[in-house]
């Protein structure tokens, strides 16, 4: 193992041992499932079957994941891990959706078959950049659970409420984890790490876009439940840039030089392609977000 292997090795161990202690729950014991709202509103379950639904893309997320990594044993078998703990976010929703009334398992297996038809690709291709969008991504998809969490308590759904604190919960330790790595990328090579994390900023979409079913109308009437730029900026993209250390205007001094090297043309580097269509920060908000 390198020096680096290493060390991503440890934040692993830090991390699983962490899971293993405080973060482990029970879909069939901890959900308060006799406390479901029925009468809650349709787009209370909207937002649940869309949530659902993204996370459905498991076996995608995975088996590319897992693939990217499969060398760097610390990530690999965090790969491992998140898996079986986002298994449990798509299933409980389901279960909500059907023991809710909200949906019936006809609808619910049409659904699937409309997700399974198509495909989540890769949106970033080096580990690094990966990283960095696994950390963007978590973090923006527990915002987005705690805003709900407490849509959740105002409608007098406390089971639907449980479920998105469990979640939330995990999703925001799976972030910590990506934190923490990329923290380690950032001693490493911390030019290059910036570059990567300027690239995936300016490209960054949620999973769901262009394959959950309906994507677009869904995020729509999911309107004040969303998470709009001005709420990415402040709660995703602020967030991530102080815990790492980088400030605002280090991250703009990586997207020009990273623009710079692309115009130069000589020493073209794969990991900035991308970069020119969105050349300000300003301009990143993912399409996915502004609901
Ligand atoms: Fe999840
Ligand atoms: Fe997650």
Same mark, same amino acid.
């Given at each position: 193992m390198s020096r680096l292997e290493e060390k991503i090795f440890q934040e692993y161990m830090t991390f699983f041992e962490k899971a293993e202690r405080e973060r482990r729950w029970n879909v069939f014991q901890d959900i308060p499932w006799e406390r479901v709202n029925k009468d809650a509103?349709?787009?209370?379950?909207?937002?649940?079957?869309?949530?659902?639904s993204v996370e459905?893309?498991?076996?995608?997320?995975?088996?590319? &994941?897992? =693939?990217?990594?499969?060398?760097?044993?610390?990530?690999?078998?965090?790969q491992a891990n998140w898996a079986y703990e986002e298994s449990k976010h798509s299933l409980t929703l389901m279960q909500y959706l059907l023991r809710s009334g909200k949906r019936t398992e006809e609808q619910l297996s049409d659904l699937q078959h409309q997700i399974f038809a198509k495909k989540w690709d890769l949106p970033f291709h080096t580990p690094r950049q990966m990283t960095f969008y696994g950390c963007v991504q978590e973090m923006a998809t527990f915002v987005?659970?705690?805003?709900? /969490?407490?849509?959740?308590?105002t409608e007098g759904d406390e089971c639907l409420r449980t479920i998105y604190d469990y979640i939330a919960?995990?999703?925001?330790?799976?972030?910590?984890?990506?934190?923490?790595?990329?923290?380690?990328?950032?001693?490493?090579?911390?030019?290059?790490?910036?570059?990567?994390?300027?690239?995936?900023?300016?490209?960054?979409?949620?999973?769901?876009?262009?394959?959950?079913?309906?994507?677009?109308?869904?995020?729509?009437?999911? /309107?004040?439940? &969303?998470?709009?730029? =001005?709420?990415?900026?402040?709660?995703?993209?602020?967030?991530?840039?102080?815990?790492?250390?980088? =400030? /605002?205007?280090?991250?703009?001094?990586?997207?020009?030089?990273?623009?710079?090297?692309?115009?130069?043309?000589?020493? /073209?580097?794969?990991?900035?392609?991308?970069?020119?269509?969105?050349?300000?920060?300003?301009?990143?908000?993912?399409?996915?977000?502004?609901?």
């Open positions: 509103s349709e787009e209370l379950a909207l937002c649940a079957e869309t949530f659902c459905m893309y498991l076996p995608d997320y995975v088996a590319n &994941g897992i =693939n990217l990594v499969r060398k760097y044993f610390g990530q690999a078998w965090f987005i659970y705690v805003k709900h /969490r407490e849509r959740a308590a919960r995990d999703e925001i330790a799976h972030c910590r984890f990506y934190q923490s790595v990329i923290k380690v990328l950032l001693e490493e090579d911390r030019p290059g790490t910036l570059t990567d994390m300027a690239h995936v900023f300016a490209n960054f979409e949620m999973p769901g876009v262009g394959i959950v079913p309906d994507y677009d109308s869904r995020i729509l009437k999911m /309107r004040e439940a &969303g998470v709009d730029r =001005n709420v990415f900026i402040q709660k995703v993209y602020m967030p991530i840039l102080k815990y790492l250390g980088v =400030n /605002r205007h280090e991250m703009l001094a990586a997207q020009r030089t990273a623009l710079e090297l692309r115009r130069g043309g000589e020493r /073209r580097d794969p990991s900035i392609e991308g970069l020119a269509s969105a050349p300000n920060l300003d301009n990143t908000a993912p399409q996915a977000l502004s609901a």
